[in-house]
């Protein structure tokens, strides 16, 4: 029986100046700290089986899979599989005003939380993060792959394997910055879930230092 480890990995931080809620909105890169997190991240994979590495293609989770990639060169593998989830407030200046979420304009939008009604439902997230994590098995099998994405994204396939509904607080999501969730396979048995924080002492530099900070999906 062999044992695989996938590492779920939420990009480091990003130049936002806009405070906007970025989502799938390209031309979103990492700050600088957000590039000295994902140096971090290569420094605590470096000495690890690491066979594969798989990225969401928007820019922030490329640019945080780099070094990692580089410390065992190996080609990043970009999958639309692992890309932030789609959300109706992308581009609305949500963490510079919370109140903005309150405005009348957008309450059609809350119809649903179960859904969610504004973005991309939980269960489709579910369908597309669970075909990229079985890949990357099936491509590391024997050691361990590494797979850069959102936050929405991780918790939700986190609270998927741990079973729990898959409606929740934002504020309450154990994804921060850079942050690894990582699932332990035997074959494509789930054995374990592991959370750790490789660059957990760059957080209180980093502008979003809180894992989740609002309502409506609203960091990616």
Not at 170 to 192: G, I, M, N, Y
Request: aromatic residues 10%; proline residues 7%; hydrophobic residues 40%.
């Amino acid at each position: 029986m062999e044992m695989t480890i996938v590492h779920l990995v939420r990009h480091g931080e990003v130049h936002n100046p806009e405070a906007v809620l970025y989502g799938r909105m390209p031309g979103y890169h990492l700050s600088q700290l957000g590039y000295r997190m994902a140096d971090g991240l290569g420094e605590a994979f470096q000495d690890r089986d690491v066979r594969y590495v798989m990225s969401s293609p928007l820019e922030r989770a490329v640019e945080t899979a780099t070094p990692t990639a580089r410390a065992f060169d190996l080609e990043i593998v970009k999958d639309p599989r692992l890309i932030e989830a789609d959300n109706k407030f992308e581009g609305v200046p949500v963490n510079q005003n919370r109140w903005i979420l309150a405005h009348p304009r957008y309450w059609p939008w809350y119809v649903n939380p179960l859904e969610p009604s504004w973005g991309e439902p939980y269960t489709e997230i579910i369908e597309r993060m669970s075909g990229a994590i079985a890949h990357a098995i099936d491509h590391a099998r024997g050691g361990e792959a590494v797979l850069f994405s959102h936050q929405l994204t991780i918790w939700t396939m986190r609270r998927f394997v741990e079973r729990k509904p898959l409606a929740h607080d934002p504020r309450k999501r154990e994804c921060s910055l850079a942050s690894v969730t990582s699932l332990t396979f035997a074959d494509k048995q789930l054995l374990a879930l592991d959370y750790w924080e490789p660059v957990g002492c760059l957080l209180d530099e980093a502008a979003d230092m809180v894992p989740g900070t609002s309502s409506a999906q609203t960091h990616a």
